[in-house]
């Protein structure tokens, strides 16, 4: 799971950030200032700084810019209303990676991330598909469920809070039927520890927590 670092002084989109951005499957610590901002990268490791420029104490660039002098090299998206060249310069500078204007739709920003960090792992609780890999993990130790139960999973996770029609999974079958695969699904709960809901006449889904 993807951990975030949100610097914004602003409370009422700091916690809608954080509830969106929650929902899509992202761990985020939210900063209202730049020294909490600072305190929080000395005590954690992040995988995206997303900053917003103008602060009442200081700017998102001053932080970003002792960071970087610090060696810290995570990745950063600003968050701004700013839109002189100046201020944009000043960030790419520092190896900024991106920059989103306020106001803007926080599905905007979910692209911008999605962009710039293909997902190479899934995860569902304990756990983890490495795509690249083709494997499963459960606490970091690989885990073999066989082929067929593990093509079921893989496609399930794929489509994380969406419902995955029975067409589809028994697709991944030798001989499909309601039963087989209602068999499958069980053995899959059963091996990974994962819940798995039957939506009545439709299909299987993971849930998104």
Same mark, same amino acid.
């Given at each position: 799971?993807?951990? #975030?670092?949100?610097?914004?002084?602003?409370? &009422?989109?700091?916690?809608?950030?954080?509830?969106?951005?929650? $929902?899509?499957?992202?761990?985020?610590?939210?900063?209202?200032?730049?020294?909490?901002?600072?305190? #929080?990268?000395?005590?954690?490791?992040?995988?995206?700084? #997303?900053?917003?420029?103008?602060?009442?104490?200081?700017?998102?660039?001053?932080? %970003?810019?002792?960071? $970087?002098?610090?060696?810290?090299?995570?990745?950063? &998206? *600003?968050?701004?209303? %700013?839109?002189?060249?100046?201020?944009?310069?000043? /960030?790419?500078?520092l190896d900024a990676i991106d920059y989103i204007k306020k106001?803007?739709?926080?599905?905007?920003?979910?692209? $911008? &991330?999605?962009?710039? *960090?293909?997902?190479?792992?899934? *995860?569902?609780?304990? &756990?983890?598909?490495?795509?690249?890999?083709?494997? #499963?993990?459960?606490? /970091?130790?690989?885990?073999?469920?066989?082929?067929?139960? *593990?093509?079921?999973?893989?496609?399930?996770?794929?489509?994380? /809070?969406?419902?995955?029609?029975?067409?589809? %999974?028994?697709?991944?079958?030798?001989?499909?039927?309601?039963?087989?695969?209602?068999?499958?699904?069980?053995?899959?709960?059963? $091996?990974l520890g994962v819940n798995i809901i039957n939506i009545r006449a439709k299909g299987?889904?993971?849930?998104?927590?």
């Amino acid at each position: 799971m993807m951990k #975030l670092l949100l610097l914004e002084d602003d409370h &009422i989109l700091s916690e809608t950030l954080e509830i969106f951005l929650s $929902r899509e499957g992202y761990a985020v610590d939210i900063a209202l200032t730049m020294e909490e901002a600072e305190d #929080l990268t000395y005590e954690n490791s992040y995988d995206l700084y #997303l900053f917003d420029i103008n602060l009442p104490q200081g700017s998102g660039l001053e932080l %970003l810019e002792g960071l $970087r002098h610090a060696k810290d090299l995570t990745p950063t &998206i *600003f968050i701004t209303a %700013l839109t002189d060249m100046h201020s944009m310069s000043q /960030g790419f500078a520092l190896d900024a990676i991106d920059y989103i204007k306020k106001p803007f739709d926080p599905y905007e920003l979910l692209i $911008r &991330i999605k962009a710039k *960090f293909k997902e190479t792992t899934l *995860f569902s609780g304990d &756990i983890e598909y490495d795509i690249e890999a083709q494997v #499963l993990r459960k606490n /970091g130790t690989i885990i073999d469920i066989g082929n067929v139960q *593990f093509k079921i999973f893989t496609m399930l996770l794929r489509h994380k /809070g969406q419902v995955v029609e029975k067409y589809e %999974l028994q697709e991944c079958l030798e001989s499909p039927s309601d039963t087989a695969l209602r068999v499958a699904i069980t053995k899959i709960k059963q $091996r990974l520890g994962v819940n798995i809901i039957n939506i009545r006449a439709k299909g299987y889904m993971i849930e998104k927590v």
